[in-house]
């Protein structure tokens, strides 16, 4: 007897991403898994008197997106709060603070996120003396896209105790200013977190990222606080079509958070954590946490098996470590935040537990030094098929290039991330990394050339999660000067990189990332066809229906 599908998808563009039976026009679906992948004439017949039939409408069907970087508790804490995506100006600036506040009488510190480094002007950069003029009485922090530098007003900095300024840890720094006070400019994690503990989670869900611990002292009331931020998180994560994410900070505390969601109401996305590693933690923790965890946390729903690590900061910051002088700043290359010797020892240790690997690597001196990490892995342990990767290489040396073959390191990049895409300015950053280096920043057509596997992503909060904007960034990207080679993917191997290579960097390629017979249902349907769509009009083609697990996760 047939089997009767629980769902039909029909009168749909499916892109399977199986090289074997890449088109079709209808999927059926029983349970959690693929029926059947074929023409409707086929399809219809696993269609019995409970099967719900979905009709396309002529829309593109794809395996769900894979968002293989993500902050999952920190993209959905700033749901709730100020997004300067867009303004520009201080006056700008300045109503937008202020209707936020008045919004929000009762918070003890108000948090603006995406504060582009020139939201007042070109060649100005943010003080405290600014945000004091806009918010003299209340405590005020703005972070910049990339969350590795903030801006806080003097009664924030008074509240956080950094007024005076305070040693942060190497890499990590509290500029003061002329006056021996802090300037208001905050960089990188141990500088910001003194004042954003003070928010709604407080501080809560920068933790992974910060210091890959866990909160000390939470309330049973914070903990179910905490728990309503993840879950409207991943509603949202739902509704833009995605159906598996790969966190790139971790932490028991997120972990344990989502596997009481999972045994309650069930996760409606797939999700991947990793231990995050940090300089001060002992190579033991790989086996006592991360390779503990990894058989603790280890369904297909919710899996704990990677180990994360940030080698750089970021360019703007002047925290992204390079080869040669900043452009800009002679005789400063940036400063890693491993030794080399130590990121050798975690990387060969961990290879030899069988934990992938995941650094940020912004600079290409943080890049290189990962692929000799990854390099001494293979030397010590022998060759195996571990699918280390980078996160982010905005910068690669052109002898590194061949390497991520050679090696078989993961490229993991974010087309939402090049100056001048998504909206992003193209200064101070081209000028930071200057001219001689643009060949080879967010090369993405030259690594997949090189034979690098590659995966796209958005980083969200860093960038809005919106796979159709990313994928939209990554068609339309434009080129900094005539002459620079053209780095785009073509609509398939973006798509790809959304979908099947993500399930492949996982080692879940066996059941998903593509649309066939036996593998997990995790669907999107959308509501035009990619295909024929104007590139700059990508993002115009919204998910309809998303399915993971068998399970109606979205309906438009
Ligand atoms: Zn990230």
Known sequence: MQTEASFIIRNARVLTMDAANPRANAVAIAGNRILAVGPEAEIDAFSGPDTHVIDAGGGTVLPGFNEAHMHIFGGSAELSELSLAGVKGFDALEKAVKAYAAEYPERRLLIAQQADYTILSDDERMTRHHLDRILPDRALLIVAPDHHTAWANTTALTMGGILEGRDVGVGNEIVMGEDGLASGELRESNAIRPISAFGETGGREMLGVGTGGDPEHVTAEERAGDIEVIKRGLAYVASLGITSLQNMDGSLYQLEMLDEIERTVGLPVRVRMPFHMKNFMPLSDLETKAAAWRERFNTDRLRCDFVKLFMDGVTESGTAVFIDDYAHQPGWKGEPLFSQDHFDSIAIAADRLGLPVAVHAIGDGAVRMVLNGYEAAIKANGKRDSRNRIEHIEVVHPDDIPRFKELGTVASMQPTHPPGSADLPVEPYLSYIGEDRWPHAFAWRTLVDAGAEIVFATDWPVSPL????????????????????????????????????????????????????????????????????????????RPVTTMCDGRITYQA
């Open 466 to 541: 919106d796979p159709m904007h990313c994928i939209e960034c990554a068609m339309t990207r434009g080129l900094w000067k005539e002459g620079l080679k053209d780095q785009r993917l073509s609509l398939a191997e973006t798509l790809a990189a959304y979908t099947k290579n993500g399930a492949w960097v996982e080692f879940m390629e066996d059941r998903k990332g593509m649309l066939k017979p036996g593998y997990l249902a995790d669907i999107v349907v959308l509501s035009g066809n990619v295909e024929a769509a104007d590139h700059a009009n990508l993002a115009a083609i």
